[in-house]
């Protein structure tokens, strides 16, 4: 049953119902997440959301995007650490306390570059991008010169972090959460160290 309708700005309405978006797909798929679900919860008709998105899926599109603004404000790298190996640790322990926190949530930005809607995957293509960047600015000093060499090792460890943050989803008591982060932090430089010296040895 509809709850009786509060009167809010159209800034604050539209913001009250991506914030439902966003709170229901980090519970479930974000293609289950229904318009008389999110019309219900905000206590509206479900008419009045296409007041503010011009479609199902356009409103889908404004969720993920701020599911992705939020994984990457969360993940940024701390301005209050020096050694880059702290900074890594802080980003990479944000980013598992996200995932714990928005399990469908982090499954639907990152799995967005395999969906049919371009919008959808330019975001989820954006996101690893600007995560990779961070990553790649700060290589050198790992000792790291910034080449394709490096920029395709980094790639990689994303992909593998991705997979291997899904696969804990589903089952967490395999690693504990401090020793999922020592896994995930101890790859980087591991993968970065064995591209530069294949490279070499060539």
Known sequence: MTSSRTRMSPEARRRQLIDLGVAMAGEQPLETVTMDAVADAAGVSKGLIFHYFESKADFHLQVIREQAQVMLDRTAPRDDLDDVLEILHSSVAAYVDYVSDNG?????????AGSADADIRDVADTTRAVMSERILERAPELGIERSPV???????????VEETLVRWLADPTVLTRDQLIA??????????????????MD
């Open 104 to 112: 469908q949530g982090f499954i639907g930005v990152i799995r967005g």
């Open 150 to 160: 490096i920029e395709l090792a980094i790639a990689g460890w994303m992909s593998f």
């Open 183 to 200: 896994v995930l932090v101890g790859a980087l430089p591991a993968v970065a160290g064995l591209a530069t010296t294949a490279v070499a």
